[in-house]
Structures are given as structure tokens and as C-alpha cells.
């Protein structure tokens, strides 16, 4: 069921293969309704087309007419080359947000990535400098919102920079808001 005022559904996970992901796209978009789908990380995409351009672009086209709005996610430490997102962008299916999977670069390091890809990353609505997992150890958060400060200051070329709820909870995302970040992504329905 598709809780009421849901903005977006997200398709999480790592398909088996390009049909899988077709597969899961139909079905989401058949229960979705008039909500946005979005899904899946552009790297496992890449990667499920063994990175040939040719066939990256047919399976991004085929998510497009399967009914995917966005790509969900492309992670900033795992794509090394912008050429993908703007495939996806050319092809329809832009890439909603850049994130961070682990914690182990310096402050910056990410955001420094993103402010050098300039123009490739145009089409894409946010950038979420903090990981999407939990730390092994807890934070403080100073670290945090040093992070999402930095992110502020040296990403100009995408326009929000992003806080998961679901990973750090309200209080550091709402001191986050307070640090640059101006979007709070993953927020529960309920």
C-alpha cells in the first residue's frame, strides 16, 4: 500500500541482472499509481552492463519506458567517471541524488569530487555528503556537520545538499539544516 501523500517510492536494492530491474520497475510503477519512481544506485546499473555505453543507454531507455522517473542514487565513491549521470540524464532518467557510502575519506574529499564534475552533474537535484550507513562507532556529529557545512561552501554546481533521516534521526538532521544542508531525504510516512 502507498502510504497517502507519498512524494516518491523508491525502488531499493541491487537487481540480479537488467531484466530484474525491468521486471521491478513494471511492478512498482503498476502499484504506484500517479507517485514518481524512483530507484536502484547508477554504479550496479553500470556494472549489470558490464559498462558498455551502447547498453547502459537501452537499459536506461527501457527503465524510462518501464516507468522509472529517476535513478535514484549515484554514489560519489563508487563513480569515478560523471560520464554515466549524463548519459542518464540525456536518455530521461536523470539521477535524483549523489551520495557517500563510507567514512573513509577525509572531510571534503567527496564534495571536492562533486564541485569538480561542474556541469555533468547539472541535471542532478542533490547531493547527501554524509554515508548512508552507520558509522561502526558513534559520532559526536561535530564531524557530521562539519561535513555537510563543507559540502555547502564547495558544491556549487547542485543546489541541495541532503541529510537521510533515516540514518542520523531528526536531531542531527534538523542541526544539520542549521549547517548548509536545506533537504532531508528518507523521511517515515508515519
Same mark, same amino acid.
Given at each position: ?17 537488467? =531484466?530484474? @530491474? ?7 510503477? &503498476? #502499484?504506484?499509481?500517479? /507517485? !514518481? +519512481? ?38 560519489? =565513491?563508487? @563513480? ?7 548519459? &542518464? #540524464?540525456?536518455?530521461? /532518467? !536523470? +539521477? ?95
Amino acid at each position: 500500500a502507498i502510504p497517502p501523500g507519498a512524494g516518491e517510492i523508491r525502488i531499493v536494492g541491487r537487481p540480479d541482472d537488467a =531484466d530484474a @530491474a525491468l521486471t521491478v520497475t513494471r511492478h512498482v510503477r &503498476a #502499484a504506484a499509481g500517479e /507517485v !514518481p +519512481v524512483t530507484g536502484f544506485a547508477l554504479d550496479e546499473l553500470v556494472e549489470a552492463c558490464g559498462e558498455d555505453t551502447h547498453r547502459v543507454a537501452e537499459l536506461f531507455a527501457a527503465l524510462r519506458e518501464a516507468g522509472l522517473a529517476l535513478v535514484a542514487e549515484a554514489r560519489v =565513491d563508487r @563513480a569515478r567517471d560523471p560520464r554515466w549521470i549524463e548519459l &542518464a #540524464a540525456t536518455v530521461g /532518467v !536523470p +539521477v535524483a541524488r549523489l551520495t557517500v557510502t563510507g567514512r573513509e575519506a577525509e572531510a571534503g574529499t567527496w564534495a571536492r569530487r562533486v564541485a569538480s564534475w561542474r556541469s555533468a552533474v547539472g541535471s542532478v537535484r542533490a547531493f547527501a555528503p554524509l554515508p548512508r550507513v552507520a558509522a561502526p562507532r558513534p559520532a559526536t556529529g561535530y564531524a557530521d556537520v562539519r561535513q555537510v557545512a563543507l559540502a555547502r561552501l564547495l558544491v556549487d554546481n547542485i543546489d541541495s545538499i541532503q541529510v537521510d533521516w533515516s540514518v542520523y534521526g531528526p536531531k542531527l538532521a534538523q542541526v544539520a539544516l542549521a549547517f548548509g544542508a536545506d533537504d532531508v531525504d528518507a523521511v517515515s510516512p508515519i
